[in-house]
């Protein structure tokens, strides 16, 4: 595997489920970060991991729940998720806080 | 509030005209400056990256952009589009002392015509 990948790639998932989506950087990086895409909106960013250690959550609902076991792994953990949730979660990392990030493929997401 | 900018949310272009898609930030001090693009059902891929030094700067696929401060603008440009190039670009701004963040404009997607 290179560069940064998420599984799984489709999620559907019931507002009372529990799911967690992965995100593995094969890059070496140190820092790692989840973005939430929404149709017609701009990239959010959801949460900031720098040296396993999280640096930013931009006000996100507690439904979200993210982990960094290490500087290659990232999860995101869902629960009771809204309808409004449905939307492509993308992974990215970068080599400290100040240069380009590299992105996964996305996991989309459908909350029903 | 730093804000970005990207006043085109679809651009079509015939396949060989040129293209500029537009960018502009909202920021006081000088940031630094990205050109992604997506696919559809895929992620972002970086074209090109401004830090400092020389503003045009040259990217993958052919794209160039131009860092303009007194007009805080950083525009995409081709001078040939490739019936390929159709997809979603996103310009992004990051900020110094503010631990990685990145701002992304709403993005403008290119259809090219044949």
């Known amino acids: 595997e290179t560069g940064v990948t998420q599984t799984p790639r489709h999620l559907v998932m019931g507002m009372t489920n529990k799911k967690s989506l992965k995100c593995e950087q094969h890059l070496g990086h140190n820092a790692m970060y989840w973005y939430k895409q929404s149709a017609k909106k701009p990239l959010e960013l959801m949460f900031v991991y720098s040296l396993e250690e999280r640096v930013e959550n931009n006000s996100v609902p507690s439904r979200f729940s993210p982990e960094c076991p290490n500087s290659s792994h990232l999860f995101l953990h869902l629960h009771t998720l809204q309808p409004e949730d449905s939307a492509l979660y993308l992974c990215a990392s970068s080599q400290g806080p100040y240069n380009e990030q590299f992105f996964g493929p996305g996991t989309r997401l459908t909350v029903l | 509030a730093q804000s970005v900018t990207q006043p085109d949310i679809h651009i079509t272009v015939s396949e060989g005209a040129s293209l500029e898609l537009r960018c502009n930030y909202s920021y006081g001090a000088t940031p630094y400056l990205f050109w992604y693009v997506q696919s559809p059902g895929q992620g972002l891929q970086l074209l090109l990256k401004?830090?400092?030094?020389?503003?045009l700067v040259q990217g993958i696929k052919g794209f160039e952009a131009e860092f303009k401060r007194s007009q805080s603008s950083f525009n995409l440009r081709k001078p040939s589009v490739h019936w390929s190039d159709a997809a979603e670009y996103f310009c992004a701004v990051g900020i110094y002392n503010q631990g990685g963040k990145l701002i992304f404009g709403q993005g403008t997607e290119l259809s090219v015509k044949p």
């Open positions: 401004y830090f400092s030094g020389d503003t």
